[in-house]
């Protein structure tokens, strides 16, 4: 079982910047995949970027270079820099785990947490 905190979320005007952090427990946190979804009020949610347990890196098309996914796995921690914030990405973001591989599908994903709000202002 993972348990998966997440924080970092705010409010911030566009063009700014937050870094997401989601700490997880247990002792096997190399192994997962960790993703980051979102989801905006009426709309599903969506993917957003995912780093499997080598460090390998996927993105969402529409956040591509101005988010960083990363891990430190000594931490048990994942991390969502996002850099120029649009009103757009204002969701809740949520981080989840897998093992080993990451998978653009929710529901592909075993364990949730609770999610942050970012709220971007324009």
């Known amino acids: 079982q993972v348990q998966l905190v997440e924080s970092g979320g705010g409010l911030v005007q566009a063009g700014g910047s937050l870094r997401l952090s989601c700490a997880a427990s247990g002792r096997t946190f190399s192994r997962y995949a960790m993703g980051w979804f979102r989801q905006a009020p009426g709309k599903e949610r969506e993917f957003v970027s995912a780093i499997d347990w080598a460090g390998g890196t996927t993105y969402y098309a529409d956040v591509k270079g101005r988010i960083t996914i990363s891990r430190d796995n000594a931490k048990n921690t994942v991390y969502l820099q996002m850099n120029s914030l649009k009103p757009e990405d204002t969701a809740v973001y949520y981080c989840?785990?897998?093992?080993?591989?990451?998978?653009?599908?929710?529901?592909?994903?075993?364990?949730w947490g609770q999610g942050t709000q970012v709220t971007v202002s324009s």
């Open positions: 989840a785990a897998r093992n080993y591989y990451s998978d653009y599908d929710a529901l592909k994903y075993d364990y």
